[in-house]
């Protein structure tokens, strides 16, 4: 039984991690770094924010972060938005300028979800 526990335990545990900046200098690391985040579906950083959690960020570090970034939210505003609510997915408005209707979608599919 208390392996069992322990597992579940676990598991709830790593959920609850989340991405943490690179610490390497290298700038495709901070490039997946904001490909990742913003496949999280993750609202932007910006830099004085990435700052706050790794003072030593470079100036094409942030780029790098902010060009991964763009391609993630693109591929993250691919999914359907209808699903992405029904599935009681939270989601942080960052397709909103790309897709004026996006969070109209949204909220109907969780309203849908709420409904069942």
Known sequence: MKPVILLIFGG????CVQLQPPTDRNDASWQQFGNQWALKGYVEETET???AKEPAISESQYQAYTKGYQQGR???C?????VLGFNRKIYYGIC???NRIYLHEYWRGKNARARR
């Open 12 to 15: 709830l545990l790593s959920g």
């Open 49 to 51: 924010e990435l700052r």
């Open 74 to 76: 693109a591929d993250y």
């Open 96 to 98: 909103n300028d790309l």
């Open 78 to 82: 691919k999914q359907d938005p209808f």
